[in-house]
């Protein structure tokens, strides 16, 4: 762990846990954390930037989501709708609408 660390400085305590878990050795991030208080070592230092919302907000004019649905019909006939949605201006664009979606 200590190794780790000191040839990783930016790399936190969930990160250093993480790990170990690639040979099979489970390690809590706590005890990471409690061994490196021990040998005197800082966690990695606070990055700083946006938070995870200030950052979508930021990039949502690039940020696109897809889905594929079924719709079952009055008359029992199963449609699927391929969609997808813009987050900058919130608007849904329905790409197509199949009984067949393995048909060109």
């Known amino acids: 762990m200590l190794r780790l660390a000191r040839e990783n400085p930016l790399w936190g305590c969930q990160r250093i846990s993480g790990e170990p878990a690639g040979v099979g050795l489970r390690v809590p991030p706590s005890t990471v954390r409690d061994i490196l208080k021990r040998a005197g070592l800082e966690p990695a230092p606070r990055r700083t930037g946006p938070t995870r919302n200030q950052?979508?907000?930021?990039?949502?004019?690039?940020?696109?989501?897809?889905?594929?649905?079924?719709?079952?019909?009055?008359?029992?006939?199963?449609?699927?709708?391929?969609?997808?949605?813009?987050?900058?201006?919130?608007?849904?664009?329905?790409?197509?609408?199949?009984?067949?979606?393995?048909?060109?």
């Open 55 to 104: 950052f979508l907000k930021a990039q949502a004019s690039g940020i696109w989501a897809c889905d594929l649905f079924h719709v079952d019909t009055v008359f029992l006939k199963r449609l699927y709708v391929l969609f997808f949605i813009n987050h900058a201006i919130r608007a849904i664009h329905i790409m197509g609408v199949t009984a067949h979606p393995t048909s060109a």
